[in-house]
């Protein structure tokens, strides 16, 4: 989608929650250059805390308080088990903001019940936002209005690209696939640079080679307009190399193996929905 450029200055962001992915949205807005007196956030942790403020220069505070009725938007990025207790502690304060929630497998519905708000969109990240590559689903509840979408595709678009779905139930599969999805490839470069090593390459030629295959082949798989079974068939002589190693996964497999983790994962991702978003 194409980022939307609109006027942010009345926009104030509390952050509930200052890990990984608060970090990553919040490197991305000062980017863009959100003053950092529009951002602030509640991070029980002292470490982390202190993390924040060196990193970004922003307002952080250790519980919720009334500060936080500024927020325009208050973004929920505490992980699904700490959710219900952190809306607890914040919910009294953030009545008026748009909320954006980034929590895996908790349900809109149950994020209305704890907020007392219908205004809720929710995303599913990754962590190459962190250096602006991000992809991001999101789902809006139907009171979230053209303008609360708006305002959350101003944030996410500063970590990179972004789609939305008609379906909530969409988001499991979303985060099985690229929310779970950068694992899965630091998997696979890791058993790359395993093999290169085994078969006689130092680990840092092996590391080159592998990061630099992922990241060519994706970029050929962005650019070209045939889709992937195209592009793997011209890599795969016959008889040859690639034949071989094709062949022993096909007899291993391993595609199937792996279609059946993502399917764990969307699994995972709906009894997390159920375990720690029971009212
Ligand atoms: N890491 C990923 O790859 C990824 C991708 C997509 C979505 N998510 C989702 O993002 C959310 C956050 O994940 P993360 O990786 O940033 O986790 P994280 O552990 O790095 O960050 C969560 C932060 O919440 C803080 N916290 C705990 N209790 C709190 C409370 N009561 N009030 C405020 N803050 C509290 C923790 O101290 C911690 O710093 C999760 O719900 C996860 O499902 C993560």
């Known amino acids: 989608m194409t980022p939307q450029t609109t ?8 952050f509930i929650g200052g890990g990984n992915m608060a970090s990553a949205i919040i490197g991305g807005l000062l980017k863009r250059g959100l003053p950092a007196s529009q951002i602030q956030v509640v991070e029980p942790f002292a470490e982390q805390r202190a993390r924040l403020a060196q990193q970004f220069q922003i307002e952080v505070s250790e519980t919720a308080g009334a500060s936080l009725a500024r927020a325009t938007l208050a973004v929920w990025a505490v992980k699904p088990q700490t959710f219900r207790q952190a809306a607890e502690q914040s919910r009294a304060h953030t009545q008026a903001a748009l909320h954006l929630s980034v929590a895996a497998g908790i349900r809109s519905s149950t994020i209305a019940g704890w907020l007392g708000t219908e205004r809720v969109v929710r995303a599913m990240p990754n962590t190459p936002a962190l250096i602006g590559q991000g992809m991001t689903a999101l789902f809006a509840r139907p009171a979230a209005s053209a ?8 944030v996410v678009q500063t970590t990179g690209q972004y789609l939305w779905l008609d379906e909530e139930a969409q988001l499991d599969a979303v985060t099985a696939l690229s929310g779970s999805g950068p694992a899965y490839v630091f998997y696979f470069i890791e058993a790359m640079i395993e093999a290169g090593t085994d078969m006689g390459l130092s680990r840092e030629q092996a590391q080159q080679l592998a990061v630099g295959t992922f990241a060519g ?7 070209a307009t045939e889709p992937p079974e195209v592009l793997r068939a011209r890599v795969t002589s016959k008889g040859g190399t690639t034949y071989a190693a094709l062949t022993s996964m096909e007899q291993d497999g391993i595609k199937e193996k792996f279609m059946q983790a993502m399917h764990a994962a969307r699994q995972r991702a709906s009894e997390m929905g159920d375990e720690f978003g029971a009212a």
């Open 147 to 154: 303008a609360d979408r708006l305002a959350v595709e101003r």
């Open 7 to 14: 006027d942010s200055s009345n926009q104030h962001i509390a």
């Open 217 to 223: 082949a994706s970029a050929l798989a962005h650019e």
